[in-house]
Nanobody, 122 residues
Framework: VQVVQSGGGLVQPGGSLRLSCAASGLAFANYDMGWFLQAPGKERIIAAAITGRGSNTYYAESVKGRFTVSRDNAKNTLYLQMNNLKPEDTAVYYC????????????????WGQGTQVTVSS
């Protein structure tokens, strides 16, 4: 299994970025996918997640209404559209996969991307 991220970078407050995560070596539609963030000096936390077929999503309160998680199963790719970015969104962002489950989308991930830096600053 390989999970490769792209996107990220430096953006001004109020700006937008889109992260992508391409997975290979797995039956992508059978995997729930999540986006996690780790701010400097803090623990990694979940930002958003989506079920294998895209029917259900989860968002942390801190990103709700600003971030949108989506997936294209035909392309084995996960996305995170981030709008109205704030300095407190500055973090390393990771995508991750887990075998589909009826449990909450907030845990159980075992395949991780390499991480990508997002910096929100003027």
């Amino acid at each position: 299994v390989q999970v490769v991220q792209s996107g990220g970078g430096l953006v001004q407050p109020g700006g937008s970025l889109r992260l992508s995560c391409a997975a290979s070596g797995l039956a992508f539609a059978n995997y729930d996918m999540g986006w996690f963030l780790q701010a400097p000096g803090k623990e990694r936390i979940i930002a958003a997640a989506i079920t294998g077929r895209g029917s259900n999503t989860y968002y942390a309160e801190s990103v709700k209404g600003r971030f949108t998680v989506s997936r294209d199963n035909a392309k084995n790719t996960l996305y995170l559209q981030m709008n109205n970015l704030k300095p407190e969104d500055t973090a390393v962002y990771y995508c991750a996969a887990r075998w589909r489950s009826e449990t909450m989308l907030t845990s159980g991930y075992g395949h991780w991307g390499q991480g990508t830096q997002v910096t929100v600053s003027s």
